[in-house]
């Protein structure tokens, strides 16, 4: 996640509820899992955008998950994200987006490894680099 620019939302695999849009699940998600909450009177500006779609196998898993990839605009003032889920997530940090494509393979989850590696998308707020 970037802050004060543009926001990935879904780098997690999003499990739809029945009916769901993308987007509207990404909104779900990231109030559950970090505490921040997307549209009027929230912390992240809608309209959200779904920039991908990929594939990824990931074998350690035994797992092929579908995995949209969602943005959001992030104004000044988001708070920091919290830690709801620590028995699914060791946590959130906020990083430019330079530097999540410096990382190496290992330290990214699959499928947002995938997403960063296909390399066809820069978020139109760079953010801090």
């Not at 997690?12 to 509820?17: D, K, P, S």
């Not at 991908?52 to 949209?68: N, R, Y």
């Amino acid at each position: 996640m970037e802050q004060s620019g543009t926001i990935l939302v879904g780098v997690g695999v999003l499990v739809l509820e029945f009916g769901e849009r993308f987007e509207e699940t990404a909104i779900r998600e990231l109030a559950e899992e970090t505490g921040i909450a997307i549209g009027e009177n929230a912390q992240v500006v809608a309209p959200l955008e779904t920039v991908d779609v990929l594939g990824t196998v990931m074998p350690e898993e035994k797992l092929h998950a579908i995995v949209p990839f969602v943005c959001a605009y992030v104004g000044a003032g988001c708070p920091e994200p919290e830690r709801v889920e620590p028995h699914k997530c060791a946590g959130w940090e906020w990083m430019a987006w330079g530097a999540l494509k410096a990382m190496d393979d290992t330290e990214l989850f699959g499928p947002l490894r995938d997403f960063v590696r296909k390399g066809e998308w820069e978020p139109a707020h760079p953010g801090r680099e």
